[in-house]
Nanobody
Framework: QVQLVESGGGLVQAGGSLRLSCAAP????????MGWYRQAPGQERELVAR???????NYADSVKGRFTISRDNAKKTVYLQMNSLKPEDTAVYFC????????WGQGTQVTVSS
């Protein structure tokens, strides 16, 4: 079954940075608005960033000023630049259309140590 492919996660110390990538397989195309979501253990999946066809982004208060969402339409890829990471950012990160047009992928694990 077709899935978006998230990558770029890893283990970093608090204050560090990561850039996540969300790539669309050849059989599907990125359509906006797209969003980055995250799910921490025992918590619901939450939307942390969204990007519109204009390239403008919106962010959850918890990540505002630290995360930046962007895209490359030619590469069918959406990015999430995460700076000043905090332990509370630890979660599995997923991407999808805001209407969840595709199945959830495996996500990419982000772990921020104190």
């Amino acid at each position: 079954q077709v899935q978006l492919v998230e990558s770029g996660g890893g283990l970093v110390q608090a204050g560090g940075s990561l850039r996540l990538s969300c790539a669309a397989p050849g059989t599907i195309f990125i359509v906006h608005p797209m969003g980055w979501y995250r799910q921490a253990p025992g918590q619901e999946r939450e939307l942390v960033a969204r990007i519109y066809d204009t390239g403008d982004g919106n962010y959850a208060d918890s990540v505002k000023g630290r995360f930046t969402i962007s895209r490359d339409n030619a590469k069918k890829t959406v990015y999430l630049q995460m700076n000043s990471l905090k332990p509370e950012d630890t979660a599995v990160y997923f991407c999808n259309h805001l209407l969840q047009l595709w199945p959830w992928g495996q996500g990419t694990q982000v772990t921020v140590s104190s």
